[in-house]
Nanobody, 125 residues
Framework: QVQPVESGGGLVQVGGSLRVSCAAS????????VGWFRQPPGKEREFVAA????????YYADFVKGRFTISRDIALNTVILQMGSLNPEDTAIYYC??????????????????WGQGTQVTVSS
């Protein structure tokens, strides 16, 4: 099994860009689906994006399409979430998660087995 470990995040101004990364500790992402969820202050956790590691197939929540890009670096065994055109509503703790097959949908948290500790992203106006 793998343990996702997030890095990156921080403070950025409205309209800016930021990158968060997720490394696989203790193994390889191999056949996993790797996703990003976020939890804004006072709100429930929500799906952001996911990538099927073996094929590179990606899936996005509607509210990030065209602004965020999820990708994988096979050599580094890392998933990257590049975020652009950020706005204050993107302020949240961003969690990386990995799930083994079979899955129950890209955006369903129950599809994922292992979760990182989270990294804070704050967009200031």
């Amino acid at each position: 099994q793998v343990q996702p470990v997030e890095s990156g995040g921080g403070l950025v101004q409205v309209g800016g860009s930021l990158r968060v990364s997720c490394a696989a500790s203790g193994g390889s992402f191999g056949s996993y689906m790797v996703g990003w969820f976020r939890q804004p202050p006072g709100k429930e956790r929500e799906f952001v994006a996911a990538i099927l590691w073996s094929l590179g197939t990606t899936y996005y929540a509607d509210f990030v399409k065209g602004r965020f890009t999820i990708s994988r670096d096979i050599a580094l065994n890392t998933v990257i979430l590049q975020m652009g055109s950020l706005n204050p509503e993107d302020t949240a703790i961003y969690y990386c998660t990995a799930g083994r097959p079979p899955w129950n949908g890209w955006s369903n948290a129950r599809s994922y087995d292992f979760w990182g500790q989270g990294t804070q992203v704050t967009v200031s106006s």
